[in-house]
């Protein structure tokens, strides 16, 4: 049943023979002969399927009546919906510390029936991490009492994506009641494009975004090979995140309209990572035509 299990899964993930086979550095031969029944991989190449095809081991040797587990998917939606939860938070701190950098010294503080009965020091912004920070808690809280279970019921998901709904709704509705107020339009809009890309570029970590997913570096090489997957992506990453910290902290520091030119580097950013992505896929591809050159 492997021979069956692993032309099935590797259909699905829309690899050839030959790209599976160079994926583990093995023949396409290899492959053909595990998929007839011929042969079977050691533990150590098995465990390599099961991560290049995303599926268990133990789905790969089952006996085809083995249900797939419904609630794998409900698991990948509540594991999404923290890292969401997360990096959305991180974007709010980012978003205060710039709001609090652009407003006046002096500030509304309360508002009565849509009217300010009271004024206070801009520093008070800050009170409203409060909330945020309970809403995160109580998301972790039941993200971690849940993920371990063998079933995720419908009503966790929704309760979760109502909690960060919420999160979402009340950052907005605060911002929206200050962004009258901001002294340096450009000098925010600055700040708060290089914290969303900041927070979109931890995003598109390897541990944080898997292969294939909608998200990420997503080219001809990366879709085909996992290490060029992980490897492009966690350099996206790092480039990326230095490049949106530095952009921000001078944003922040700096009131000047040619801070924004700072996003340009993004696209010379952008070519490096296509040409190393392109090159690294070269030679991973080149390795194992070499060792069967070699062994023959």
């Known amino acids: 049943m492997f021979g069956a299990n692993l032309k099935k899964y590797r ?7 030959s790209e599976l086979a160079d994926n583990l550095y093995v023949t396409r031969q290899c492959v053909s002969k595990w998929e ?5 991989p050691d533990l150590d190449t098995l465990s390599r399927i099961s991560e290049l095809l995303d599926v268990s081991v133990d789905l790969l040797l089952s006996d085809g009546q083995t249900a797939v587990i419904a609630d794998k998917p409900k698991a990948d939606v509540g594991r999404a919906l923290f890292i969401i939860h997360i990096l959305w938070t991180a974007f709010c701190l980012l978003a205060f510390l710039a ?5 006046p010294q002096t500030i509304p503080a309360h508002f009565t029936n849509g ?32 993920r371990k279970t063998d079933s995720i019921s419908l009503a966790v998901i929704v309760a979760r994506s109502v909690i960060i709904v919420l999160q979402l709704a009340g950052s907005i509705f605060f911002a929206a009641l200050y962004i009258e107020y901001i002294e340096n339009a450009v000098s925010f809009a600055t700040c708060i494009s290089a914290g969303i890309m900041l927070t979109l570029s931890i995003a598109m970590h390897p541990k944080i975004c898997r292969q294939n997913q909608w998200f990420g570096v997503r080219t001809r090489e990366t879709l085909s090979d996992k ?38 580097s993004y696209v010379f950013l952008a070519i490096v990572i296509i040409i190393y992505c392109k090159r690294l896929y070269v030679r991973e591809t080149e390795l194992p035509n070499k060792a069967d050159e070699t062994v023959s």
Do not use: P
């Open 227 to 264: 290490t060029v997957w992980s490897k492009t992506n966690k350099l996206a990453c790092y480039l990326f995140v230095g490049t949106s910290l530095i952009v921000f902290i001078l944003g922040v520091l700096i009131e000047s309209v040619w801070i924004c030119l700072g996003f340009i």
């Open 115 to 146: 009217k300010i009965d009271r004024y206070g020091n801009k520093a008070e912004i800050f009170l409203h991490l409060i909330t945020i920070a309970v809403l995160l808690t109580l998301d972790a809280v039941i993200f971690f009492a849940t």
């Open 11 to 17: 259909l699905q993930k829309g690899y050839s023979q």
């Open 99 to 103: 709001l609090w950098r652009f407003l």
């Open 36 to 40: 007839k029944g011929i042969t079977q």
